[in-house]
């Protein structure tokens, strides 16, 4: 059983369907042991008076034993696997919360695939241990319990021999059960490597194909599929002798009671055929509570590696995340930023150095700077994906570190550079911040970022379902859609990173005219490598190797910053470039 702190309150919380569940079990595991007595009673019964009547009436109550244990196998399956597939249903859940609490830097860590292997093979390890563990641990004790002390009851000799190998076999099984837990966690390490790097080829299929590397990858593949193999058959293999083991033992006790049974019989009268009859029931009646041990002492023993690894992913420390004190307040959008310096949790210089400037709510406003100037650690920090110290980032006069991390995402609206999409409708992509449906809203969202007539030429239209990250659909119109998404919350600030990236001049001039038009009181932030995509807005903010070069609108960076002249004559002279080779 697991009785560390992720897994021992829902032995706690699902209390009275255990208890209901082992009350039945053991009613039943006691009451199912009259049944050979019955018919010992019957064969000697056969062989001295032969009452009829005395044996339809033992034949009766075998019968009415039978449909008493169907019943109560059903009460007690429903209860403890029914309480176990809910424990699995709230350990995956409390995992999945968890994982949406985990800051920014966990997953840049931890792989996906290795992720995945807490919720599939590794939960249903842990749900077992909640259902088959616990059936067979209470099931093995009390009916071998049970069946033990009617033994000794006929032949407390005979069970005392019988008993000698038993009880090695248990004391064999003890000694095993570190080595069976330490070959599953290292099984289950093969699996999470393997599914990680399967995940990782499947998303990455396209640069793999142009690359021309799929011989290399199914190398790879094959080492890794041939080292959880072998890891796999190494702890059958083990499991196997294990049972065989276990198999000759019962063998051997089984043969010593027939001859010494049979012995007893015809040397003594304190046996009967009737009562060997039934002593030989009772041990095979005990089969089951030995091998429910022994299946116990495996679960356990995979139950509890697979607890250790969920254990230290759910001790997984959440660093970012609300004060005792957080505010939870109403925001507008006025940002301001006080000699702000950032520095990454696993980074060894800052990214940010001393940045100081003000985003009045309803500005239209760019950041602009060229590859690794800092752009995208802002956003970071905008979306409170990161702590930062205090006194250097406010919301409306309040410290962004004093206020609830719910309030503030609820006021922005994000559109992400890698633009992701998820394995849904057009219409649920757009309307991702809603638990309703509104066909008209998501129009409205889609012909403001262009779109529109992209998605009515498709065949379901909005109703459209979308591959896993969108690849159904170009870059050009997943940035679109991202765009959508985000107009449709109509957020107070709304976070553009570089989202214009890969559609036409033509297209991109439409989408920001569409967003000035809409936006007006609303705080608009575009982060982008384009001059064209911030030349018209209210406000500038130029950024160098995280440092902050130049503020103002286009026609003042123009005149006092070399860095923004730089960037401008740059992009003319590949405008020009581009136009002479078409």
């Given at each position: 059983?697991?009785?560390?702190?992720?897994?021992?309150?829902?032995?706690?919380?699902?209390?009275?369907?255990?208890a209901i569940?082992?009350?039945?079990?053991?009613?039943?595991?006691?009451?199912?042991?009259?049944?050979?007595?019955?018919?010992?009673?019957?064969?000697?019964?056969?062989?001295g008076?032969?009452?009829?009547?005395?044996?339809?009436?033992?034949?009766?109550n075998?019968?009415?034993?039978?449909?008493?244990?169907?019943?109560?196998?059903?009460?007690?399956?429903?209860?403890?696997?029914?309480?176990?597939?809910?424990?699995?249903?709230?350990?995956?859940?409390?995992?999945?919360?968890?994982?949406?609490n985990?800051?920014?830097?966990?997953y840049?860590?931890?792989?996906?695939?290795?992720?995945?292997?807490?919720?599939t093979?590794?939960?249903?390890?842990?749900?077992n241990?909640?259902?088959?563990?616990?059936?067979?641990?209470?099931d093995?004790?009390?009916?071998?319990?049970?069946?033990v002390?009617?033994?000794?009851?006929?032949?407390?000799?005979?069970?005392?021999?019988?008993?000698?190998?038993?009880?090695?076999?248990?004391?064999?099984?003890?000694?095993?059960?570190?080595?069976?837990?330490?070959?599953?966690?290292?099984?289950?390490?093969?699996?999470?490597?393997?599914?990680?790097?399967?995940?990782?080829?499947?998303?990455?299929?396209?640069?793999?194909?142009?690359?021309?590397?799929?011989?290399?990858?199914?190398a790879?593949?094959?080492?890794?599929?041939?080292?959880?193999?072998?890891?796999?058959?190494?702890?059958?293999?083990?499991?196997?002798?294990?049972?065989?083991?276990?198999?000759?033992?019962?063998?051997?006790?089984?043969?010593?009671?027939?001859?010494?049974?049979s012995?007893?019989?015809?040397?003594?009268?304190?046996?009967?055929?009737?009562?060997?009859?039934?002593?030989?029931?009772?041990?095979?009646?005990?089969?089951?509570?030995?091998?429910a041990?022994?299946?116990?002492?495996?679960?356990?023993s995979?139950?509890?590696?697979?607890?250790?690894?969920?254990?230290?992913?759910?001790?997984?420390?959440?660093?970012?995340?609300?004060?005792?004190?957080?505010?939870?307040?109403?925001?507008?959008?006025?940002?301001?930023?006080?000699?702000?310096?950032?520095?990454?949790?696993?980074?060894?210089?800052?990214?940010?150095?001393?940045?100081?400037?003000?985003?009045?709510?309803?500005?239209?406003?760019?950041?602009?700077?060229?590859?690794?100037?800092?752009k995208?650690?802002?956003?970071?920090?905008?979306l409170?994906?990161?702590?930062?110290?205090?006194?250097?980032?406010?919301?409306?006069?309040?410290?962004?570190m004093?206020?609830?991390?719910?309030?503030?995402?609820?006021?922005?609206?994000?559109?992400?550079?890698?633009?992701?999409?998820f394995?849904?409708?057009?219409?649920?992509?757009?309307?991702?911040?809603?638990?309703?449906?509104?066909?008209?809203?998501?129009?409205?969202?889609?012909?403001?970022?262009?779109?529109?007539?992209?998605?009515?030429?498709?065949?379901?239209?909005?109703?459209?379902?979308?591959?896993?990250?969108?690849?159904?659909?170009?870059?050009?119109?997943?940035?679109?859609?991202?765009?959508?998404?985000?107009?449709?919350?109509?957020?107070?600030?709304l976070?553009?990173?570089?989202?214009?990236?890969?559609?036409?001049?033509?297209?991109?001039?439409?989408i920001?005219?569409?967003?000035?038009n809409?936006?007006?009181?609303?705080?608009?932030?575009?982060?982008a490598?384009?001059?064209?995509?911030?030349?018209?807005?209210?406000?500038?903010?130029?950024?160098?190797?995280?440092?902050?070069v130049?503020?103002?609108?286009?026609?003042s960076?123009?005149k006092?910053?070399?860095?923004?002249?730089?960037?401008?004559?740059?992009?003319?002279?590949?405008t020009?470039?581009?136009?002479?080779?078409?």
């Open positions: 059983m697991l009785f560390t702190k992720h897994f021992f309150k829902y032995y706690i919380k699902y209390i009275i369907p255990y569940g082992i009350g039945v079990l053991l009613v039943i595991d006691f009451v199912q042991l009259y049944i050979p007595e019955y018919i010992g009673n019957i064969i000697d019964e056969l062989r008076n032969q009452d009829v009547s005395y044996m339809q009436g033992l034949l009766l075998i019968g009415l034993l039978v449909m008493g244990i169907t019943v109560g196998r059903f009460i007690w399956r429903y209860t403890i696997f029914g309480a176990s597939r809910r424990i699995q249903f709230d350990l995956m859940n409390t995992m999945f919360i968890h994982a949406t985990l800051q920014q830097s966990f840049s860590e931890e792989k996906v695939g290795g992720l995945m292997a807490y919720y093979n590794d939960l249903e390890t842990i749900r241990a909640y259902g088959p563990g616990i059936l067979m641990l209470v093995g004790l009390a009916l071998g319990t049970f069946a002390i009617r033994m000794i009851r006929l032949n407390a000799t005979m069970t005392l021999y019988a008993g000698i190998p038993m009880i090695l076999m248990l004391i064999f099984l003890i000694f095993i059960l570190r080595k069976f837990q330490q070959m599953f966690k290292t099984r289950q390490a093969s699996f999470e490597s393997l599914s990680d790097f399967t995940q990782e080829n499947f998303s990455g299929i396209s640069v793999i194909r142009a690359y021309v590397k799929e011989f290399q990858q199914k790879a593949f094959q080492l890794k599929s041939d080292d959880l193999y072998e890891k796999t058959i190494g702890f059958v293999k083990y499991y196997v002798v294990f049972q065989i083991i276990i198999g000759l033992t019962l063998n051997i006790t089984v043969l010593f009671i027939v001859i010494y049974g012995i007893t019989v015809i040397q003594t009268s304190n046996l009967t055929i009737g009562e060997l009859t039934e002593y030989m029931a009772y041990f095979f009646t005990l089969i089951w509570p030995i091998m041990l022994a299946q116990f002492f495996s679960i356990q995979q139950a509890k590696a697979s607890a250790e690894r969920i254990g230290e992913y759910l001790d997984s420390e959440v660093t970012v995340k609300d004060s005792q004190d957080a505010l939870d307040v109403k925001l507008h959008g006025h940002i301001t930023l006080k000699n702000l310096t950032f520095q990454y949790p696993d980074g060894d210089t800052p990214v940010l150095k001393d940045i100081s400037f003000d985003i009045k709510k309803g500005e239209m406003v760019g950041i602009l700077g060229r590859t690794g100037s800092g995208s650690s802002l956003v970071d920090l905008f409170r994906t990161y702590n930062v110290d205090k006194n250097m980032f406010f919301i409306d006069d309040y410290d962004v004093d206020i609830k991390i719910e309030r503030v995402r609820d006021l922005m609206g994000y559109v992400p550079q890698d633009n992701f999409l394995s849904e409708t057009i219409l649920d992509n757009i309307l991702f911040a809603f638990d309703k449906e509104d066909e008209a809203l998501a129009e409205q969202a889609a012909k403001l970022s262009d779109v529109h007539d992209n998605i009515i030429d498709f065949k379901d239209q909005y109703q459209t379902m979308l591959g896993e990250r969108g690849v159904t659909v170009s870059g050009g119109q997943k940035q679109r859609l991202s765009i959508a998404r985000a107009i449709a919350k109509d957020p107070e600030i976070i553009l990173d570089d989202s214009v990236s890969a559609v036409d001049t033509k297209t991109e001039e439409a920001i005219s569409n967003l000035f809409i936006r007006k009181n609303k705080t608009t932030i575009f982060i490598h384009r001059i064209s995509t911030v030349k018209r807005m209210d406000k500038i903010i130029l950024l160098d190797q995280g440092k902050l130049g503020i103002g609108n286009h026609a960076l123009l006092t910053s070399p860095l923004y002249q730089d960037m401008v004559k740059r992009q003319q002279l590949e020009m470039v581009e136009s002479e080779g078409v």
